[in-house]
């Protein structure tokens, strides 16, 4: 880590991260990474959280971004991932960025083509995990309640 140069802007893992942010929170800016993933990530890499992102080399936003693309490489466990079990392959993955949204959006798609019970609350545009439906998640245009002397002319005509 080079104490003499710093960047405002980061470019790491295809996004660009504020050179402000604490190492871990910076991370956490990168969709599919967390807080306490970047916390892990940091500690892998041999940097400390509480240093400033704008701080770092390019050897370390290399050392980082193989990290990301790498992690069971590197010992972060499996629970760890966000993406246990592929569908297609069977493996265990984690996720950032585009490929997350895109692996996400198929999963629904895919829900909806086999007709399971996700897949249908998905298509419907309702709550998919048990959610109370009664009162909450309503859509489409309120209905407004008219009172008195309003509703009394409703009544006479």
Same mark, same amino acid.
Do not use: C
């Given at each position: ?24 929170? +910076? !991370?956490?800016?990168?969709?599919? &990474? $967390? *807080? ?6 940091? =500690? @892998?890499? +041999? !940097?400390?959280?509480?240093?400033? &992102? $704008? *701080? ?6 290399? =050392? @980082? ?17 966000? =993406? ?74």
């Amino acid at each position: 880590m080079s104490e003499s140069r710093f960047r405002h802007i980061v470019r790491i893992a295809g996004v660009d991260v504020s050179g402000d942010l604490l190492i871990p929170y +910076g !991370l956490a800016k990168i969709k599919g &990474i $967390g *807080y306490h993933t970047g916390l892990a990530i940091a =500690r @892998i890499v +041999g !940097l400390d959280p509480q240093s400033r &992102i $704008g *701080y770092l080399s390019d050897a370390d936003v290399r =050392r @980082i971004e193989d990290v990301i693309n790498n992690p069971l490489k590197y010992g972060i466990p499996a629970w760890y991932l966000n =993406r246990r079990k592929d569908y297609t392959s069977g493996e265990d993955r984690h996720l950032i960025s585009a490929d997350l949204i895109f692996e996400a959006r198929s999963d629904i798609e895919r829900e909806i083509k086999t007709r399971n019970w996700r897949g249908i609350r998905h298509q419907l545009g309702l709550k998919v995990r048990g959610q109370r439906t009664h009162t909450t998640g309503r859509i489409g245009p309120v209905v407004g309640v008219t009172k008195g002397k309003a509703a009394q002319q409703q009544k006479k005509e």
